[in-house]
Every structure is written in C-alpha cells, then in structure tokens.
C-alpha cells in the first residue's frame, strides 16, 4: 500500500440532532481535508417536505447553516477544509443561498454547490403511471405521498468538487456518499473502478454514523472512556482504497478492531452484495487490524458494475398515534400496569362505540422495567417500579384526541403508585409510514449548481450488473456436548442490530476465531427465529461474514412497522444485539480460555 498520500476525511455529525460540537471538534483538532455531515433519515425527509411545503426558502436543515457552519466558517476557510453534506434535505438550493449569504457577511471567498435531482415529488403521478410497485410488498405508489427521494450516488459530489467547490449540499443521497465523492475527485478514481469506489464506500459507511465507530453503542462498554467527550471519526484514506480509522487525539472513545467491526456490520443485509448508486459492494471479506493507539487499517472491499435504478423512499401519512406513558411504584407493579392499560382501552372503546367510531387500529402494552422488550426470555419476578407505556393508533384523530383526556382520570380510579402525568396529556401525531421502490436512473436529471452556472450530469450508461458472487461457503461447525456448560452469547461475541424500514439485522461478531465454528454450530437462522418470535413474524437469514469471523442475520417484518410507523418502545430494534447476546450457548472446556469474563447471571 502506498501512504504517499492521505485524504482525512472527518464525520462531525451522524444525524440531524448530532451534537454541534462534533464538528466543531474536529475543525479544532485540525489535519482534515475534508468535514462530513450526515442529517438525514426517511423521517426527516417528510418533516423537511412538510416544511417546505409551507414556506418554499426551507426544507432543510436550518441549525447545519447557523449552529455548525456559521461559527465554523473563519477556521474552514483558513485551514482549506472542504465540507460535504445532506443538510440540503429538499430544498438543497435554498441551504446553498443561506450559506452564502453567512459567506458574504463574513467577508470570505467560499465557494458553495448544490446537488439537486433526487426530489421526484412532482413527478408522483408519472412513477405512477409507470407502475412503480413496493420491493417487499410489491403495493402500488400511496396516493398521497409525503416525500419522494431517490437515493443518489457520489459522482455529482464529486462533479460539485471539480468545479470549484468548497462546500457541496446535497439532498438525499447514499450515507456513504459524503465519503465517496471526495475521494473519486481526489485520486481521480474512474466510474468503473468498482473495487476502489467499493472501498471509498466502505469508508463512508463506517463514519456516517459518527462516533458509533468510534466506542458508541459498543458491546463491552465498561471498556470506553470519555463519554462525555467522545471523539468523532476520521479516515485516513489513500489511492488504492485502504484506510485507517482513528479519531482526534486528546479525545474520549475507543478505536479498536471491535468497535470498527461493529459498526462495519451495521444496518447492512447481504455483506457480499450491498447495493449502492456508484457500485455493488462485497464487504463479505473485509479485514480490519490495529494499526497503533486508536488506529485501525481496513481494506478488502471488492466491487462490481451497480444496478440501473435507485432505490426510492417514500412516506406518506397512514392514520394517527398517540403514546402515553405513566410510572406506577409498589408491589406487584406489573400486574398493576398491565390492568390500568386493560382499564383504559375498555372504557375507550366503550366510548368510541358510543359515538359511532371505529375501534382501534392498532394498540401497544409495554411495561418498561418488567423485561417486556425479552418476551419470554424475561428474567423478570416482580419490580416494585415501571414505567407503563401505552400506545394505540387510530385512521381518525379525534378518537385519539379523546383518548388523550381518558388518561388522567387513571390517576384517581386504578392503582395507588400511579403517577409521573408531569409532561401532561400525549399529543396525537400522523403515523408516517415508509414505502421503498425502484425508479430507472436514466429517468433522473440531476444537476450541479455551482459558480452561477448549473451543469447537467450525464444520465449513467445502462450496464448490467456483475452475477451476485456465489454465497460464502460455511465453515465447519463445532459440536457440544450436552453436559458442557451453557453461556450466554456475549462471552463469545460481540453484536450490533440496526433497522432498514421494517426489517432488523443484527451483525455478531466472534470474540476469537476459534469460537465462531460453535456458534455456527449452535444459532443458524431457525434459532434466532424462535428466539425472536415474540418480537418477529417474517423470515430469517444468516449471511456468513467470513472476512470479521461472524454473521449477519437479517429478521423481516420484526419492527412492528419501523420508525415512527411502529408503536413499539424500541421501533428500530435497537436493542435487538442484546436480546441475541442472552442466548444460551454451550461451550466444551477446551474454548472456556477464550471467553469474556462472567458479568452476569447464566442464562436459563
């Protein structure tokens, strides 16, 4: 590998509501060449949408221009640091003349770009006409949609930067964009350098998230210091497409193997086939080694020609929701809460029957405290305190606005301990449901607004894509008997879950080598089915991810509808990893040297 040179890409924020002070961090820390923002989710899109709609200079996010820019801009312009960014939502060229005008009144000669193109939203009776037709469900486009974006790729980042720009605005692209572009216009990589582009994506994908791969969200958490002042990431990345993963020094967090490899394996499905607008990436044998003090090499990625469409996201609004949530102390607080819950959907629907209305849609118990989210892997005995949260979804908003003032009167009729009513009654709010298509690429214009001129991309070339690489061959499996000892999971493993639309995975990772042929042995996808069957009613797949010693399993319908379209407390199974990591395991004396250290109860 050649570390003549080396592009530093910083990630300051992996969402819209990420801390200012991330970028901020790593502007002071100095040495980058390139500032990276993420801010955008599915449901963001609707609300930027909704914003727009009521007034057409917004639709994007606003605190990126005043709170992180703004203060940043002086120390940018001095250091060269170039910024990339989704802040645009969809009204990039509005994010664009707001910055500007920061740009004028502090006296700097900044160039800004924007990126337009993936905002289909006028063009919903023609996708529907086309028949476009939802990936899981195959249903046919709502009929009024919210929001529609098409995921772009990097290649107009990259246009953006060879025309003069210092800070390139975009609205929905690929997360791992914001990396990719820089590094296309840097090392003048060719649209069809598949493993290079494969590997600038990789490298996108492991910082979008901020400081999740830098010890955030980490299994072993007691081994993270700095909470308080986590350092945000930063890749060093050179022409042949490898990197190091390391962060400012001085700065909380943890960059090792493991805290790379977790976020590696976040909110992907197939690793050997993950689709992006550039290239098809396999991820199936990417390496990672530590390289010094918070410093770790990742290489490996291989890639192959993309597909001829882009994935599209679409929300639309599909009813009402409102959540109430109460505490409720004393003995037997369990029973106590499930009764109040059945006592306030009785009397409810007892008054919706009365005026004519429709039952409810959809209702959701969780006594949080009680290990509701295990099911029955719960633990649980009796708690003298939990929080009771309700939650209940409606086609009408007035049935839930009268449900909204029937929750008080529990405080005087139910259980004695009920209390915690201090945010006052729950507001009703539009559930936003998530629908995912296919929409051709030559079919998209996307154009580049930069230095008073705008530049048409060319339409990508239709070109099929390579044959999907053959599955990962299973390794052996290594049998237990039944007298050895059971273990639960998180000896063995490490693990991170994540959420696409209203599938989970969960990435698990073997603590050592050796152990993963007992883990093949003892959780295929059957396994992690009956594990999860309280919480998912789809299938389940187990993806081999020879590359980090581990697998990928990939649960469908298993979030009760995802995002904000779930009623559950945990609508992006985010707690998913540790559910899986109670799993019992039996371990033969032999491998017993290469566990974690117990730090808890064993499983039943």
Not at 137 to 163: F, K, R, V
Not at 198 to 226: K, M, N, R, Y
Not at 364 to 389: F, M, Q, W
Not at 420 to 436: E, I, K, M
Request: hydrophobic share 45%.
């Amino acid at each position: 590998m050649s570390e003549l040179r080396a592009v530093r890409i910083g990630c300051g924020a992996g969402f819209w509501g990420d801390s200012a002070e991330g970028p901020a961090q790593l502007v002071r820390a100095g040495g980058i060449d390139y500032l990276v923002m993420d801010y955008l989710a599915e449901i963001t899109m609707s609300l930027l949408a909704r914003a727009k709609a009521k007034r057409p200079d917004s639709g994007y996010a606003t605190d990126f221009v005043t709170a992180v820019m703004k203060p940043l801009l002086p120390a940018l312009a001095e250091q060269g640091i170039k910024v990339v960014t989704n802040a645009g939502g969809v009204n990039a060229p509005a994010c664009k003349a707001a910055l500007e005008a920061l740009i004028k009144d502090a006296g700097l000669s900044l160039t800004v770009a924007a990126v337009s193109g993936d905002d289909l939203l006028a063009r919903a009776d023609e996708l529907r006409a086309a028949g476009v037709s939802e990936l899981d469900s195959g249903a046919p486009l709502p009929a009024a949609p919210w929001s529609i974006n098409a995921y772009l790729g990097a290649a107009p980042i990259a246009a953006a930067l060879a025309a003069g720009a210092d800070i390139v605005v975009t609205g929905r692209c690929v997360d791992s964009a914001l990396a990719l572009g820089p590094l296309m216009h840097e090392f003048n990589w060719a649209a069809d350098d598949y493993d290079r582009l494969a590997a600038g994506s990789l490298v996108g994908h492991l910082i979008e998230c901020g400081t999740q791969c830098t010890g955030g969200l980490f299994t072993d958490w007691q081994d993270v210091p700095g909470w308080d002042d986590m350092g945000f990431p930063i890749a060093e990345c050179f022409a042949d497409g490898s990197c190091i993963i390391t962060k400012p020094a001085g700065t909380g967090g943890l960059v090792n193997v493991a805290t790379v490899a977790e976020q590696l394996v976040y909110e992907i499905g197939d690793p050997a086939r993950y689709l992006l607008p550039d290239v098809s990436c396999d991820f199936s044998a990417v390496t990672l080694v530590d390289s010094g003090a918070h410093r770790v090499r990742v290489s490996g990625a291989r890639g192959r020609p993309p597909t001829t469409t882009y994935k599209t996201s679409v929300t639309y609004k599909d009813g009402y929701r409102a959540t109430a949530t109460m505490m409720i102390g004393g003995r037997e607080a369990r029973a106590k809460a499930e009764r109040v819950a059945d006592a306030i959907l009785t009397r409810t629907r007892r008054l919706f029957a009365a005026r004519g209305w429709a039952d409810y849609r959809e209702t959701s118990v969780e006594v949080l405290g009680s290990e509701a989210t295990y099911g029955p892997h719960s633990r649980h005995t009796d708690t003298r305190e939990v929080i009771l949260k309700l939650a209940v979804a409606h086609a009408e908003e007035a049935p839930l606005e009268l449900f909204a003032k029937e929750i008080f009167p529990a405080a005087t009729a139910t259980a004695q301990g009920l209390t915690g009513f201090a945010g006052g009654r729950p507001g009703v709010q539009p559930v936003v449901r998530l629908y995912s298509c296919l929409v051709e690429k030559t079919g998209l214009p996307i154009t580049v607004e930069v230095n008073a001129q705008t530049l048409a991309l060319p339409a990508p070339v239709p070109q099929d894509a390579a044959d999907s690489p053959p599955p990962a061959v299973p390794g052996p499996e290594l049998a237990a008997s039944l007298t050895d000892p059971v273990v639960p999971l998180y000896r063995l493993a490490y693990a991170r879950s994540g959420d696409k639309g209203n599938s989970a995975n969960i990435g698990l990772l073997a603590r050592h080598p050796d152990l993963l042929p007992l883990i093949r042995a003892q959780l295929g996808a059957p396994e992690v089915a009956a594990w999860f069957a309280h919480l998912a009613d789809g299938p389940v797949t187990r993806y081999e991810w020879p590359g980090v010693h581990g697998f990928n399993f990939v649960l469908q319908r298993a979030l009760g509808g995802g995002g904000t379209g779930s009623l559950r407390h945990d609508p992006q199974g985010k707690v998913y990893a540790q559910l899986l990591l109670d799993f019992p395991i039996r371990v033969p004396a032999a491998l017993q040297p290469l566990l974690k250290a117990d730090a808890g109860a064993p499983p039943r």
